[in-house]
């Protein structure tokens, strides 16, 4: 059975940081492309950024470009998102994803190309 698992959020300050992490169960990282989303209340599911485990390749939504960095360690089957200089607009709650194609970075943003889905962590910047 498949799981993905976040965990990571909570409440910070703007400018703040948190790391946020994937991990999975049931299926092996390292051949999958994992996403992450983010959906704040009222909004429709946004993407924010993916990464093919099997070679690295990253991409952004311009919105956290230069803010948010994914990496993952094919070791621990898990996926990070570390997210820097926090603003109050990345209030969501956060859902990693995964699917075990080869696809186009500009895909990693879209969820119709995921299969499986963890449950969120939330997300509160906040003074």
């Known amino acids: 059975q498949v799981q993905l698992v976040e965990s990571g959020g909570g409440l910070v300050r703007p400018g703040g940081s948190l790391r946020l992490s994937c991990a999975a169960s049931g299926l092996s990282l390292d051949n999958h492309v994992i996403g992450w989303f983010r959906q704040a209340p009222g909004k429709e599911r946004e993407g924010v950024s993916g990464?093919?485990?099997?070679?690295?390749?990253?991409y952004y939504a311009d919105s956290v470009k230069g803010r948010f960095t994914i990496s993952r360690d094919n070791a621990k089957n898990t996926v990070y998102l570390q997210m820097n200089s926090l603003k109050p607009e990345d209030t969501a709650v956060y859902y990693c994803?995964?699917?075990?194609?080869?696809?186009?970075?500009?895909?990693?943003?879209?969820?119709?190309?995921?299969?499986?889905w963890g449950q969120g962590t939330q997300v509160t910047v906040s003074s």
């Open positions: 990464i093919d485990s099997s070679d690295g390749t990253t």
């Open positions: 994803a995964a699917v075990m194609l080869r696809i186009a970075p500009t895909r990693y943003l879209m969820s119709q190309s995921f299969d499986y």
